[in-house]
């Protein structure tokens, strides 16, 4: 039988973070096997470019544990490690947010040349 995923300290403060910023947010820790924290939808309603980020959160400079090191590896996708505090988790979302926003644009404007 599995035993229940943990959680780092300063994931609770991110997903309050992105959500606040208008991002949803799915928890993904619970099905293990390396799978990335969380699946956050990122976009702004209307404008038709949305994105999907998976995120590995870890507190402070903790490293990849367990099976994410080969899920990661094999992953041919997006992932993102993200590392935080709880004190510092408002200010790296915020930054992630800004960062999504920039991809999310440049798509918009690769969209519309087509």
């Known amino acids: 039988?599995?035993?229940a995923a943990?959680?780092?300290?300063n994931q609770t403060p991110l997903v309050e973070a992105y959500r606040q910023l208008g991002c949803s947010v799915q928890h993904l820790h619970q099905l293990?096997?390396?799978c990335p924290d969380l699946l956050i939808g990122f976009g702004w309603p209307g404008d038709g470019i949305g994105l999907n980020i998976l995120q590995e959160v870890?507190?402070?400079n903790a490293d990849l544990t367990g099976d994410e090191p080969e899920w990661?590896?094999?992953w041919k996708g997006q992932v993102e490690i993200v590392?935080?505090?709880?004190?510092n988790a408002i200010d790296v979302a915020v930054e992630r947010f800004e960062h999504w926003r920039d991809v999310a644009d440049l798509l918009a404007e690769l969209t519309r040349k087509l």
Do not use: I, L
Request: proline share 0%; no cysteine.
């Open 6 to 9: 943990k959680t780092d300290s």
């Open 58 to 60: 870890k507190y402070g």
């Open 32 to 34: 293990g096997k390396g």
């Open 1 to 3: 039988m599995r035993r």
């Open 83 to 87: 590392s935080s505090t709880a004190e």
């Open 72 to 74: 990661h590896a094999k």
